[in-house]
């Protein structure tokens, strides 16, 4: 008998009569049983359903009951406790201790007791990146009670000799929470050595230090990613070395390091810092050669683009299918040499967020990459959208998320992709009524399973017909914009647009099974943010 279905998306909240009220996003029965057995343990009723029953239900089931436990209908802040009778069976393999106050005695009291009874035996991925401080030893004892680790985020640095029993370990990320004292901070990266399944090690500090970068990299040569951090200078600093060693080195067919998901190029705040930008501008191109020459198993790419040159090494990824490029910080005419990559990568990419910083046609993204699944275009005010080359009737994008769009090229991105199933539009005073229904004339959005709308300018009646096409819609926010640039303009736009409305009122009225959300829920579900965090990337 397989395994049910795991749980894709719960909500408990407490009202004022201690009542439980519960929505679910994907129902089930079984999500449904979950949430009704989770209530009866959680409200004493344990005759119903005993700990030692709990030990023979399947282990997603126990997972999902412990991940259920930090809602409970009589206290806001979990409980370890009300971890207990899962954990206590030996079998729970996903613990998230992010939201569990470690700071106190008690809670820490109960762990070790859960501990000491091979509660964390079996745990293959543990979280606890928490808000509460917790010592590192404790911490530490969390990890050698846990053999079968492959997955651990922690909020705090570690000693990695806390780690040489996880011979599975695979992932290893490590945040600075409480801005601990750099300078008297020492890991033993020499450690990651013992740990030969290792492909993910992420340290939130090594951004802008790339001889730390080098040294994880030269200890550890068959990690698929650092995370968020800069590999660039480090990938140079290794090449380097190996050219003053041996006095030449390999790169034609030879693959050092089997990174797949890369960021290269200095963030804003290690920019600010860089003595001599323009040499860091110029020398851009070798970094980039070097880089590609090094990793070229990359798959998936974040570049901050400091010079128009440097794409034309980015030709030779032939395994890259996710591009996020930040255009910001190239001064030079950058279209051509993007264009020119685009013919010749074009096809292969799935997935492009592209930051503009000046005229960009974006038809060409349509012409080069047929097989796009996501787009997302920041600051798109930059982008024209001129008379298309060819039909675009095969777009095969289904996730689209354009922030400061101007009303041509948002009708033109928003009308040729018609199998959209999320749509994000952020800060776009220019959607309004007649550009809504313009857009609804090109693309019915039939598909269109969520949608967020912020600073825009849309009417009540706009709405209702927008909710009439999208018959798919699962999930809506929309957040309406009034201009503050005179009263004039404000009295103007009160009198065309109806703002007395309330947009969770409106599909009440029309009794649809829409979800209404806020955009900050739209934005953490959004594509590019998921696929960018920090746990992930």
């Not at 079968?148 to 599975?168: I, P, R």
């Not at 034309?312 to 990559?341: G, R």
């Not at 777009?395 to 948002?410: A, D, G, M, Q, W």
């Amino acid at each position: 008998m397989n395994d049910p279905p795991k749980l894709m998306g719960l909500k408990l909240e407490l009202s004022d009569s201690e009542m439980v009220k519960i929505s679910i996003r994907k129902e089930s029965l079984y999500c449904r049983c979950l949430v009704r057995l989770h209530l009866l343990l959680a409200t004493g009723n344990r005759n119903v359903c005993t700990p030692n029953l709990v030990a023979y239900l399947p282990t997603r089931t126990i997972n999902d009951l412990a991940a259920l436990s930090r809602y409970h209908p009589y206290s806001s802040q979990p409980k370890v406790a009300n971890l207990y009778m899962f954990l206590s069976t030996g079998r729970c393999t996903f613990l998230d201790l992010g939201d569990y106050d470690l700071d106190l005695e008690k809670e820490r009291d109960m762990l070790l007791k859960i501990m000491s009874e091979g509660g964390f035996r079996s745990l293959r991925f543990l979280n606890v990146c928490t808000d509460f401080f917790a010592s590192t030893n404790f911490i530490g004892e969390m990890i050698c009670s846990s053999p079968q680790l492959e997955e651990f985020h922690s909020g705090v640095f570690l000693d990695l000799d806390f780690f040489k029993n996880c011979k599975k370990l695979r992932c290893l990320r490590l945040f600075d929470f409480f801005e601990s004292d750099k300078e008297n901070l020492s890991i033993d990266l020499s450690l990651l050595k013992s740990l030969k399944k290792l492909e993910v090690f992420h340290v939130s500090n090594m951004d802008g230090s790339p001889e730390l970068v080098a040294t994880v990299l030269e200890n550890c040569p068959n990690l698929i990613s650092l995370g968020i951090v800069d590999s660039l200078d480090a990938l140079e600093i290794i090449y380097r070395n190996a050219v003053n060693k041996y006095n030449t080195f390999r790169t034609d067919g030879f693959c050092d390091f089997f990174l797949r998901r890369c960021l290269w190029g200095m963030s804003e705040e290690t920019r600010i810092k860089y003595s001599d930008l323009d040499w860091y501008k110029n020398k851009f191109p070798e970094k980039v050669k070097i880089a590609v020459s090094l990793c070229p198993l990359v798959e998936e790419l974040v570049i901050r683009v400091y010079h128009k040159d440097s794409f034309e090494y980015l030709k030779n990824l032939k395994k890259l299918s996710f591009l996020c490029i930040d255009f910001k910080n190239c001064d030079s005419d950058y279209l051509p040499a993007f264009i020119s990559l685009l013919q010749k990568i074009g096809s292969q990419l799935k997935h492009l967020f592209l930051d503009l910083n000046s005229s960009f046609p974006v038809e060409t993204i349509f012409d080069y990459c047929p097989n796009l699944e996501a787009l997302q275009i920041g600051h798109a005010n930059f982008a024209t959208a001129g008379k298309p080359t060819r039909a675009y009737s095969n777009v095969s994008v289904k996730k689209l998320s354009v922030s400061y769009p101007e009303k041509e090229n948002l009708l033109f991105l928003v009308g040729i992709c018609k199998r959209l199933t999320h749509l994000v539009v952020d800060v776009a005073p220019c959607l309004d009524d007649a550009l809504m229904r313009a857009i609804l004339n090109l693309n019915s959005l039939a598909e269109l399973e969520m949608a967020g709308f912020r600073i825009c300018s849309l009417s009540k009646d706009c709405l209702r017909m927008f909710l009439g096409k999208a018959t798919s819609l699962k999930r809506l926010s929309v957040r309406n914009n009034f201009p503050r640039r005179n009263f004039l303009d404000l009295f103007h736009y009160l009198e065309l647009v109806d703002h007395s409305f309330d947009t969770a009122d409106l599909i009440s009225e029309l009794k649809l099974n829409v979800e209404y959300v806020s955009f900050k829920d739209i934005l953490t579900e959004n594509f590019f943010t998921c696929k960018l965090s920090c746990n992930i990337f």
